[in-house]
């Protein structure tokens, strides 16, 4: 069973950076497409970015594109999510998730695994 673990998230001023890590345990994810997710409150989750495997394809929503990053080392079975010039609106919880199937982390359906999540605020 593949166990999730994020951290890096806490909080920023307005135009600020993290960078976000997961860390995969208890199985091998190195051939897993992995994605990462955000829930603001009162808000359903919604998509962020992900990549496959090999780190060649990437997609992003379009609140990401230009100001995030995913990234991944394999040999160290962790993915990243670089944020910068962050925005109060990005102020959620971030998720990362893991499934052999990019298309199912990109239309976020029975998606594999997840991870408990870290807090991002951006402050104003």
């Known amino acids: 069973q593949v166990q999730l673990v994020e951290s890096g998230g806490g909080l920023v001023q307005t135009g600020g950076s993290l960078r976000l890590s997961c860390v995969a345990s208890?199985?091998?994810?190195?051939?897993?497409?992995m994605g990462w997710f955000r829930q603001a409150p009162g808000k359903e989750r919604e998509f962020v970015a992900v990549?496959?495997?090999?780190?060649?394809?990437?997609a992003y929503a379009d609140s990401a594109k230009g100001r995030f990053t995913i990234s991944r080392d394999n040999a160290k079975n962790t993915v990243y999510l670089q944020m910068n010039s962050l925005k109060p609106e990005d102020t959620a919880v971030y998720y990362c998730?893991?499934?052999?199937?990019?298309?199912?982390?990109?239309?976020?359906?029975?998606?594999?695994?997840w991870g408990q999540g870290t807090q991002v605020t951006v402050s104003s």
């Open positions: 208890g199985g091998t994810v190195s051939t897993y497409a």
């Open positions: 990549g496959t495997w090999s780190g060649r394809t990437t």
């Open positions: 998730a893991a499934d052999g199937n990019i298309r199912t982390l990109q239309t976020m359906t029975g998606i594999s695994y």
